[in-house]
């Protein structure tokens, strides 16, 4: 069974710090997901990454698929009280279910 | 368009008691999961489904069974449910293979005592 690591496993930061969170696989991926999950409400997808050493952005987001598609990073720049959430990456081989790793739980406090 | 919708929001359950979770899509998604999530656990895939009539076992599947008579529907039983079953369950979609974007429901909190 394909397992994600993610951490930290929690953090608490204040309103316009950095922050770097990560996902780890020992397999390779044909594609990684990040989803953020807010109190109450299923998952949100923010971002798919197939390609080794892609970089996407939305906004104060920032996205990185290792070259080796077995890791991944999210980095949020100057982080606001409304990024606060369970952050979730998912991944496998292709054609197979994904599986999620246990999340990075952030509070940006104001 | 109303995206997944699961029902109830809320259930407690006494030990040995079934129920089923509703699940209904209107996206016209082939794809459709049901994953539980229990704190600092993430989400476990619990039975998937690729089509009308076509179901599959996930991670997690032992107490549990699925039905998919529509591409629409795609309910989850409990049967003779136990302490360990009590969790939130999420039933997502996807329009095809499984790295596709998954969209999912807002859950039903389970608490069996």
């Known amino acids: 069974t394909q397992l994600l690591e993610q951490s930290p496993q929690f953090l608490s930061i204040q309103e316009g710090e950095n922050l770097t969170v990560y996902c780890n696989s020992s397999?390779?991926?044909?594609?990684l997901q990040w989803y953020r999950q807010e109190p109450g409400e299923g998952p949100v997808l923010l971002v798919t990454?197939?390609?080794?050493?892609e970089v996407k952005k939305l906004k104060r987001l920032t996205f990185q698929f290792g070259d080796a598609r077995k890791d991944s990073s999210l980095h949020i720049t100057a982080a606001q009280p409304g990024d606060t959430g369970l952050y979730l990456c998912?991944?496998?081989?292709?054609?197979?279910?994904?599986?999620f790793g246990k999340g990075t739980r952030l509070s940006v406090i104001a | 368009n109303a995206g997944v919708t699961q029902t109830p929001k809320f259930r407690i359950l006494k030990i040995g008691q079934s129920m089923t979770l509703q699940c209904t899509q209107d996206?016209?998604?082939?794809?459709m999961y049901w994953y539980r999530q229990d704190p600092g656990m993430g989400l476990k895939l619990i039975y998937y489904?690729?089509?009308?009539?076509?179901?599959d076992k996930g991670e997690v599947p032992n107490g549990y069974n699925v039905s998919r008579s529509t591409t629409e529907d795609f309910p989850l039983r409990l049967e003779l449910a136990a302490p360990s079953q009590t969790s939130v369950y999420f039933c997502a979609s996807s329009y095809s293979t499984n790295q596709e974007t998954q969209y999912f429901g807002p859950g039903t909190r389970l608490l069996v005592l």
């Open positions: 990454v197939v390609t080794g050493g």
């Open positions: 998912a991944g496998g081989p292709r054609n197979t279910p994904l599986v």
């Open positions: 996206m016209n998604h082939n794809y």
């Open positions: 397999s390779v991926f044909s594609s």
């Open positions: 489904s690729v089509g009308a009539g076509i179901t």
